[in-house]
């Protein structure tokens, strides 16, 4: 059943300003609403047209974006006993060089070749350092504990920190600026779903330079802001998820982010599934039923998938920098 939504008639913010990273003026991208909590207040976004990125107009404090977060945002569980299917061994064995997880013979060797490596999984590196910023309740950092990495994580939420602690994982509740770890330390840092959450990011990506060794790897999640998602629903595209996204990256906003620091990009993807069209459709249509639960959408969804996949512009984009210096 689909209701109708009504919106106070909004004028756009027309005040422009510099964009965070290449200082070129932004331009109206759309005025969102915050269909998570709290619909009654408006949020102006602005778009670079040089480098791609979309960015909260005016860029909030952090006092503003701890204001974002009711204590009912993220409800997090007791992590799951780290498990690896048959699949996932067999990739991490013959592809990510986890030799202990499956006893080689030629027979699995050969089958390995007909199993595409996953580049989101992280290769093996002996004695190897593993931080995890935005860790959760520390699924991840379990995961790749349970593969031999000495692991850290950094977690804001207390909830989901004590969470952490409760499975013996060395985690900090406080940002990554007051976190104390040693520089040229971590052989790979992973942040997921977090850059985009932050009004600090060149901050952040310098703090992960320093950390790094020579050679190390960071692994980027973000939502991408040419998704063709975003194009076919504009301010009600689930990923926006305003106002807590404070900047939506590009991959050329991700290169200009990255310009000045000791990163190159080695590896980009982006991927989609029906879920945040789903998601998108509920937003849009403001649907008392979810759409989810309706055959017919999810039918339409997941034929959403295939121009999204065929013309690159999946709603999540996926990054690995290496450190060059």
Sequence with gaps: MIRKMKFQSLKPNKTNSKCPFCKNIG??????????????????????????????????????????????????EDPKRPKFSLLERFRLCFHHNYSDLVKNNLFKKFLSLFILKDKSLIDHVQNGIFLDIGCGNGSRLLKMKKLGWQVFGVELNTFAYQKCINNDLNVQNKPLEQSVFKNNYFDVIYMSHLIEHLNNPEEIINICSNLLKKGGKLYINTPNNNALGKKIFKKYWFANEVPRHIILYSKKGIEKLIENYKFQIIYSSQKTTPKIFLNSLDYFFNLKKPSKRNRLLRFISKLYVYPARFLRMGDESFYILQKTD
């Design 27 to 76: 331009t109206f991208d759309f005025v969102g609403q915050d269909f998570m909590f709290d619909r009654t207040k408006y949020y102006n976004y602005l778009k670079c047209n040089l480098c791609g990125i979309s960015y909260q107009n005016p860029i909030p404090n952090l006092k503003q974006i701890k204001s974002y977060y009711p204590n009912s945002y993220e409800n997090f």
